[in-house]
């Protein structure tokens, strides 16, 4: 194949078209294109009108089963059939829609506005396409115009879908875009589709087919020809980390930027590791944001640190992502996976080696926490861990607590001691006057009821204090 003069210098074809895996393609190429692939004109005509259908109802987002096919939207695919183009226009055509399952008015008419479009150009005949299954850039226009210009590219696979081949891969084209300007996803316009065009002519009979061949090599080193035994990196999910070119891509080199959608978050976390990506991009991984809303996050994430966000209720994460943003319950979720991720928990029939084990148990859930918690671990008779129990939540400053409420569940469960723990919500551990009177109230009803309270453990701020090993727990 001849090297393509490249459009500006670019040196995407000209790099795609020097590696060992573009031959496959060349071959895949001259296979994919005979010219008996063709079906029959009068059988062309039916099959291009239901891929035409099966396409509509996919880029519509409606349900493209064949059992829709051939109930609810009957009305649709028999329209070929019945219609007839001199005595039906989009109202027409409205209406025979108006038999299928409920459509947005605007979505209608959009429908009616592309089919009317279809039967007109139609009368044309298919010879419009060619007698090659190559369809010529002229013709594919023509095809283009009967949709709305959103859909200049995904257009051109219904006719793929029937055995005709118009240059236009939206994979080829897409890894261009990134590998020459560092674009994770291009806008799909009529205008990228032409300037895509012009760069895939090629000097002279690329693969057998011009535009055609470089068109098509590129569309494999996306990953778009893996039916027919091609592979390629550069795919909507881009392996760069086994790219040939991810030395020269201008994506893969412009890690500092910020990333724009989901897809090219998650293509990053692959190319780099999770450990290698900030906390906006992480962030971003895992939710749908658009570009408007990651920056907003990424700027308050900026201001306020992550780690603010841990111990935040409901509405205060809703108040952070100022209402308007989706994913509250989302990112509340996360952080509670990130806290149990975090958390050393005893498990039921581990042994208890003293305060540090308690400290570790309940650390994360506390750490953040902006109320006081009254909470206790029960140890069985090998002073193994046996479970916990909250016992109260208070204010701010304190948690009430009755001496009750702490041994209800015990006695139920037949604990042999218990350590109960609180946490102070300053940061602060070293127990209050009252931490102490209430501990010795505590260790005297446990005295009573048989069931020792061995250790009273205070958590503040990354910190704790035992008041066992203070010698708080022995009083006259
Ligand atoms: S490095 Fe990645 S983005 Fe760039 S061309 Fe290769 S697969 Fe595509």
Same mark, same amino acid.
């Given at each position: 194949?001849?090297?393509?003069?490249?459009?500006?210098?670019?040196?995407?074809?000209?790099?795609?078209?020097?590696?060992?895996?573009?031959?496959?393609?060349?071959?895949?190429?001259?296979?994919?294109?005979?010219?008996?692939?063709?079906?029959?004109?009068?059988?062309?005509?039916?099959?291009?009108?239901?891929?035409?259908?099966?396409?509509?109802?996919?880029?519509?987002?409606?349900?493209?089963?064949?059992?829709?096919?051939?109930?609810?939207?009957?009305?649709?695919?028999?329209?070929?059939?019945? /219609?007839?183009?001199?005595?039906?226009?989009?109202?027409?055509?409205?209406?025979?829609?108006?038999?299928?399952?409920?459509?947005?008015?605007?979505?209608?008419?959009?429908?009616?506005?592309?089919?009317?479009?279809?039967?007109?150009?139609?009368?044309?005949?298919?010879?419009?396409?060619?007698?090659?299954?190559?369809?010529?850039?002229?013709?594919?226009?023509?095809?283009?115009?009967?949709?709305?210009?959103?859909?200049?590219?995904?257009?051109?696979?219904?006719?793929?879908?029937?055995?005709?081949?118009?240059?236009?891969?939206?994979?080829?084209?897409?890894?261009?875009?990134?590998?020459?300007?560092?674009?994770?996803?291009?806008?799909?316009?009529?205008?990228?589709?032409?300037?895509? /065009?012009?760069?895939?002519?090629?000097?002279?009979?690329?693969?057998?087919?011009?535009?055609?061949?470089?068109?098509?090599?590129?569309?494999?080193?996306?990953?778009?020809?893996?039916?027919?035994?091609?592979?390629?990196?550069?795919?909507?999910?881009?392996?760069?980390?086994?790219?040939?070119?991810?030395?020269?891509?201008?994506?893969?080199?412009?890690?500092?930027?910020?990333?724009?959608?989901?897809?090219?978050?998650?293509?990053?976390?692959?190319?780099?590791?999770?450990?290698?990506?900030?906390?906006?991009?992480?962030?971003?991984?895992?939710?749908?944001?658009?570009?408007?809303?990651?920056?907003?996050?990424?700027?308050?994430?900026?201001?306020?640190?992550?780690?603010?966000?841990?111990?935040?209720?409901?509405?205060?994460?809703?108040?952070?992502?100022?209402?308007?943003?989706?994913?509250?319950?989302?990112?509340?979720?996360?952080?509670?996976?990130?806290?149990?991720?975090?958390?050393?928990?005893?498990?039921?029939?581990?042994?208890?080696?003293?305060?540090?084990?308690?400290?570790?148990?309940?650390?994360?859930?506390?750490?953040?926490?902006?109320?006081?918690?009254?909470?206790?671990?029960?140890?069985?008779?090998?002073?193994?861990?046996?479970?916990?129990?909250?016992?109260?939540?208070?204010?701010?400053?304190?948690?009430?607590?009755?001496?009750?409420?702490?041994?209800?569940?015990?006695?139920?469960?037949?604990?042999?001691?218990?350590?109960?723990?609180?946490?102070?919500?300053?940061?602060?551990?070293?127990?209050?006057?009252?931490?102490?009177?209430?501990?010795?109230?505590?260790?005297?009803?446990?005295?009573?009821?048989?069931?020792?309270?061995?250790?009273?453990?205070?958590?503040?701020?990354?910190?704790?204090?035992?008041?066992?090993?203070?010698?708080?727990?022995?009083?006259?």
């Amino acid at each position: 194949m001849a090297k393509p003069e490249t459009a500006g210098g670019a040196p995407f074809l000209e790099r795609v078209a020097a590696l060992p895996s573009s031959e496959a393609a060349r071959q895949a190429f001259t296979r994919y294109v005979q010219p008996s692939s063709l079906p029959r004109e009068v059988p062309l005509q039916g099959a291009l009108y239901r891929a035409l259908a099966d396409h509509l109802l996919r880029w519509y987002g409606l349900p493209a089963t064949p059992a829709a096919a051939a109930w609810e939207w009957a009305p649709l695919y028999r329209l070929e059939r019945e /219609i007839d183009p001199h005595y039906f226009g989009p109202r027409e055509i409205a209406e025979r829609l108006g038999q299928c399952p409920p459509l947005p008015p605007d979505t209608r008419a959009e429908l009616a506005d592309i089919l009317t479009r279809y039967f007109q150009w139609r009368q044309g005949g298919l010879e419009q396409l060619g007698a090659q299954p190559l369809v010529n850039h002229d013709a594919a226009e023509r095809w283009q115009r009967l949709f709305p210009p959103r859909f200049a590219w995904r257009c051109l696979d219904v006719l793929k879908a029937v055995g005709f081949y118009p240059a236009g891969s939206a994979g080829g084209y897409r890894a261009q875009q990134r590998f020459e300007r560092g674009v994770f996803e291009p806008a799909w316009s009529a205008t990228g589709w032409r300037e895509w /065009i012009e760069l895939c002519e090629a000097p002279s009979g690329a693969a057998g087919g011009g535009a055609h061949g470089w068109d098509f090599v590129a569309g494999a080193f996306a990953g778009e020809w893996t039916a027919l035994g091609v592979e390629g990196p550069c795919g909507p999910e881009p392996l760069c980390d086994r790219c040939p070119l991810a030395a020269d891509c201008a994506w893969a080199r412009g890690k500092e930027r910020p990333v724009r959608s989901v897809a090219e978050a998650a293509a990053r976390l692959r190319m780099s590791g999770p450990g290698g990506l900030d906390e906006g991009t992480l962030l971003h991984a895992l939710f749908g944001l658009d570009p408007a809303q990651a920056a907003a996050w990424r700027e308050r994430l900026e201001r306020t640190g992550l780690r603010a966000l841990a111990g935040r209720s409901l509405p205060e994460l809703e108040a952070w992502l100022k209402g308007g943003d989706p994913g509250a319950e989302r990112l509340s979720a996360l952080l509670e996976l990130a806290k149990r991720l975090a958390d050393e928990r005893m498990l039921p029939g581990e042994t208890f080696r003293g305060a540090r084990d308690v400290f570790n148990h309940f650390r994360m859930r506390l750490r953040d926490s902006k109320q006081e918690q009254f909470l206790l671990i029960m140890l069985d008779s090998r002073r193994r861990f046996q479970g916990e129990v909250e016992v109260s939540k208070g204010t701010m400053e304190r948690a009430l607590v009755h001496p009750r409420d702490v041994f209800t569940v015990p006695i139920r469960e037949q604990a042999s001691a218990v350590v109960v723990v609180h946490n102070h919500p300053s940061g602060d551990p070293s127990p209050s006057p009252e931490d102490i009177n209430l501990t010795q109230q505590l260790v005297k009803i446990g005295e009573l009821v048989g069931i020792p309270v061995i250790d009273h453990v205070v958590i503040g701020d990354e910190r704790f204090v035992s008041m066992a090993e203070r010698g708080l727990l022995n009083f006259p």
